[in-house]
């Protein structure tokens, strides 16, 4: 008995292993997120797109660092936002939270205040490029800015926003009587 129990014991790490666990039990590594959903991968371009524009923002301005740092607050908050959200998805922790943290419409509305955010910024740091020390710097950072803003329009707009509405009418398909039941 003893050494079916010891047995147990040393296969078991092996096969918590293979199969991607931590453990702790929680934590599994699944990367079926990035390797099979469009918004897992989009979500990684958005990551490297968003990382690319806070790295090449210049450093020195002359006189409109205002604009200049409220392009970075807009970079780096997106980035650690997205990196949460890789990360919870990638350790399978996204079962585990609330329904209303993980809703469609929350999504809608983080992706659309990003995107409108990198509207803005971005618009600014190109306008105010030639005040910057390093000029190419500052216009290639605006325009990874801007390729940021597309993909958080397209996450929130065309994968967000439709599966909202697909539960939204599958709510209402669900409460809707048939009509050609008969009553009780």
């Keep these: ?5 010891n047995d147990d014991k040393t296969v078991r790490p092996e096969r918590d292993r293979r199969e991607g666990r931590c453990a702790f039990g929680v934590f599994r590594w699944d990367p079926s997120y990035v390797r099979d959903e469009w918004a897992g991968r989009l979500k990684v371009a958005e990551m490297i797109a968003t990382f690319l524009a806070g790295v090449i923002l210049p450093s020195l301005v002359y006189g409109h660092g205002g604009v200049f740092t409220f392009f970075d607050f807009v970079v780096w908050t997106s980035f650690i936002n997205i990196c949460i959200d890789l990360f919870l998805h990638l350790f399978s922790l996204w079962n585990h939270i609330m329904y209303i943290c993980r809703a469609p419409e929350v999504y809608v509305a983080l992706c659309a205040v990003a995107c409108f955010s990198f509207l803005l910024s971005s618009a600014l740091v190109a306008g105010y490029s030639n005040y910057s020390y390093g000029r190419t710097r500052a216009a290639v950072s605006a325009l990874f800015g801007f390729l940021s803003m597309c993909m958080f ?12 509405r697909r539960g939204k009418m599958q709510n209402v398909r669900q409460e809707e009587p048939d009509e050609f039941a008969e009553p009780v």
């Design 153 to 164: 329009g397209v996450e929130a707009f065309f994968i967000h926003f439709q599966a909202y």
């Design 1 to 5: 008995m003893d050494d079916a129990a």
